[in-house]
């Protein structure tokens, strides 16, 4: 299967599982409506990022996978280190927002 089409079924079912989401704790009632609860905002975020990563893998998809294989040529410690900083640079960036959006 290739990853333009893996990337489609993500965005897809992403996409289904959000309304789904979006139906059941609208007709439930889980949160308050004017005041968005962790629940919902938790519930709606994983389907989200779902889509979020079928729609780079629509975009990428041929890129990132060369680009993993190339990953898995290099030795452990090169792969940790570089796992290291891009947790580093997330929590960053994460930080960097939180801040900027109060």
Request: net charge neutral.
């Amino acid at each position: 299967m290739s990853p333009r089409f893996h990337g489609l079924i993500k965005v897809v079912g992403a996409g289904a599982a959000l309304v789904l989401v979006t139906l059941v704790a609208s007709t439930h009632n889980v949160g308050d409506a004017g005041q968005q609860g962790p629940l919902r905002l938790a519930a709606m975020a994983v389907p989200a990022l779902f889509a979020m990563i079928g729609i780079a893998e629509l975009t990428f998809g041929p890129q990132i996978h060369a680009l993993i294989n190339g990953e898995h040529k290099n030795a452990n410690w090169q792969r940790g280190v570089g796992g290291a900083l891009a947790l580093i640079l997330a929590i960053g960036l994460v930080g960097v927002g939180m801040d900027i959006l109060g």
